[in-house]
């Protein structure tokens, strides 16, 4: 039976890279029996929450997006998501969810991101210093974190979803992340 789901994979190498801020894949897979691979699982958060005005406003990529409400510097934290998981085996598979929802560390759960984390629009990450300064590209990098000490639940798999300025955001602009070529050749569409 075909299934999506988004899985996160985070690209350690660029973790502590001084230009590039952490890449985190969203990956889709398409075949219940293909193996996923865990996704890494970073530091405790302190606590949940947006560290800034978020914006849900028409995009111009489609649908709704979520805009800065006010200007982000490089590195800064822009929201940090708790989550519901599911387990895979329950969720159909023409859900409309699938679109919606990230892989958790295992494989076998999908996260519910809440707060506006299922809302992020897509771009390509960036490569290059250039690609780095451009709008074109994601904003934002994220990963998984286990939970604030106080609120972690063993249901939720004890994480959450950490989404953080790659370089400075101006007020206005749409934040956007990268779910993935691979998210787009599965789906067989072209992102905007
Ligand atoms: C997780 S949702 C993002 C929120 C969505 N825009 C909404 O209003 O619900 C993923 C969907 O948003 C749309 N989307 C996100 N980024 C896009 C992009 N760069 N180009 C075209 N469509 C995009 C696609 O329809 C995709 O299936």
Sequence with gaps: MPFLLWQLFFDLGSLHSGHFSPVVRLLTRMDESEELPRAQVYGASSSFGARVPLVLRASSRGGRGVFAGTSVREGAEVEVC??????????AAECAGMRYFFGGE???????VLG???LYNHAKSPQTSAQQGSKEFSNLSYALHESPEDV?????????????ARRMIEEGEELL??????WWQTKKEDPL
């Design 116 to 118: 506006y984390g299922m």
């Design 177 to 182: 992340i990268d779910y993935s070529d691979r």
């Design 82 to 91: 708790p989550v519901l998981a599911l387990k895979r085996d329950h969720i």
């Design 106 to 112: 295992d494989g076998n759960s999908l996260l519910c």
């Design 152 to 164: 972690r639940d063993a249901l939720d798999g004890g994480v959450c979803v950490r989404f953080v």
